[in-house]
């Protein structure tokens, strides 16, 4: 069966807070009991003191305790007048008015009945009046005369429970902790549910958002106010969200792109096939030199998109041994070396051989990188130009530049020129047989070596690449050394 997980919390909280409230009045009753039982004693004893300066003035008419002796009950009547006196001048809020269902009055029920439980004692501690079976117990109060003790008066313990007034007012007390108790209660309950329901809201906007992109509705959103750990999951389910968005574009923009890139070189073999079949067009030389042109395209397109699934994946393969970049970009343009001079594009190398670093990398995808931005200069710059490279070295790490002359490219495309299939001119483009994947090639490459890629503005007036590869234990100037046992030594680590 499954339970809704607003009764979990709403139980869980009212279970807890049941367990909190009777906690509370169980302790706060004990406590009451206990505070209401000490402060009976503390007012008994308090009423002996003026029971003290009775038993004064009755020692003062004789000079001894006659009066007391010859009257057995004398000690009673004052402590039972003495009670009263004091009741009445200290206590008057605690006096029960008499009503008509109970018309007893107050002085019927004393609230501290000390007559029966007093005693007392002359002053070598000899038992004269009251209770003899409390002769044992310790004297509370000295009855002075002539400025000396002439006697003890002493209280037997006796439990308030035995008087039918003080159990009706700690009743009344304990009524009213009750009620308290259920108040507090219902408060905790409403405040449960108030909670619960709050709680649950995001996580009902969650649950109703996370269907919505299962159905593949990736503009969903929700709205969650709260600055709390359920707010930050909102905003990061919000995240996750628009980066599906932003993937899924790309998906369908990517799976179009593609297949428009292959139906160009496929619309193209098929009509020279297809015309070498009708008799149109003799199989010569020049066809086949045009169908295999078509071909090696097709499989550079394969190729490349091929390379950039494996990044997408992470099974890019590059391997990690040091290299040396700047002789690798040297072999490079020496391939080039012959199409540059056909479209008279000067190569300006500014760096100086002996500072040439070594980094941990793959030579054969670095090749690639630096064929894919001399093929895009090849493209774009126009003839006579200029294409300068350049590098600087920092604490951070080693920035490798490249900058060709006009044409330029918009500000506004900049940003994209790393995208995949994006062109900044696609007529132009397909005319100069681009694809519009070296650049994110070039990206995937630099990542695969924990690097950095970005395009600027050159002040040549063309295009400007810089590629970042960051410092590390690994990455270090001249030749590398032959010790072994030195941490910062490459070959140690081949």
């Not at 507090?184 to 995001?202: E, N, Q, W």
């Not at 500072?355 to 941990?360: A, R, S």
Request: proline share 5%.
């Amino acid at each position: 069966m499954k339970t809704n997980l607003s009764f979990k919390i709403f139980g869980v909280l009212l279970l807890t807070a049941l367990a909190v409230v009777l906690l509370m009045v169980a302790v706060l009753r004990v406590l009451l009991y206990n505070d209401f039982a000490d402060y009976i004693s503390s007012v008994e004893v308090g009423s002996l003191a003026d029971m003290a300066g009775r038993m004064q003035r009755e020692y003062l008419l004789n000079n001894d305790w006659s009066p007391v002796r010859q009257d057995p009950t004398l000690l009673q009547r004052i402590a039972a007048d003495a009670t009263d006196s004091f009741f009445e001048k200290w206590l008057p809020e605690m006096r029960p008015e008499p009503t008509p269902s109970n018309p007893i009055h107050w002085r019927h029920i004393r609230l501290f009945n000390i007559s029966g439980r007093i005693f007392l004692l002359d002053h070598n501690g000899t038992h004269l009046a009251g209770a003899a079976g409390a002769m044992s117990e310790k004297p509370l109060m000295e009855v002075y005369a002539n400025g000396k003790v002439v006697g003890w008066l002493g209280l037997a313990p006796a439990p308030f429970q035995e008087n039918p007034l003080a159990i009706a007012l700690l009743s009344r007390r304990i009524d009213l902790l009750n009620h308290v108790g259920i108040g507090v209660f219902l408060l905790v309950v409403l405040a449960s549910i108030l909670f619960s329901r709050h709680i649950l809201a995001p996580v009902k906007k969650l649950t109703a958002g996370t269907r919505a992109l299962a159905s593949r509705k990736f503009n969903t959103r929700i709205h969650v106010a709260a600055r709390d750990e359920l707010g930050e999951l909102a905003r990061a389910f919000n995240t996750m969200a628009q980066t599906l968005e932003r993937y899924e574009h790309l998906r369908r923009k990517w799976t179009a792109e593609i297949s428009h890139e292959l139906r160009t070189p496929l619309a193209v073999l098929r009509g020279e096939i297809e015309a070498v079949i009708d008799g149109v067009r003799p199989m010569n030389a020049d066809l086949s030199d045009s169908i295999h042109a078509e071909v090696l395209r097709l499989s550079n397109l394969v190729d490349d998109f091929h390379t950039l699934s494996l990044s997408d994946i992470g099974a890019f393969p590059c391997k990690n041994e040091p290299v040396q970049p700047m002789e690798v970009l040297r072999e490079t343009l020496q391939s080039f070396q012959t199409r540059l001079d056909q479209k008279a594009i000067a190569v300006s190398v500014l760096v100086d051989p002996g500072q040439d670093v070594w980094i941990p990398g793959d030579a054969i995808r670095l090749a690639q990188l630096f064929s894919n931005l001399l093929e895009n200069t090849l493209r774009y710059t126009d003839g006579p130009g200029r294409l300068t490279v350049r590098q600087q070295s920092g604490a951070e790490g080693w920035h490798l530049f490249f900058e060709d002359t006009a044409p330029g490219v918009p500000d506004t495309a900049l940003p994209h020129l790393f995208e995949r299939l994006y062109r900044v001119d696609t007529s132009r483009s397909r005319e100069l047989g681009g694809s519009g994947l070296g650049l994110s090639i070039c990206r995937s490459i630099v990542s695969a070596h924990n690097g950095r890629i970005r395009a600027y503005h050159a002040a040549s007036g063309g295009l400007g690449i810089d590629i970042f590869f960051p410092a590390s234990q690994q990455t270090f100037r001249g030749q590398p050394g032959g010790n072994p046992d030195d941490p910062t030594d490459s070959h140690s680590r081949r």
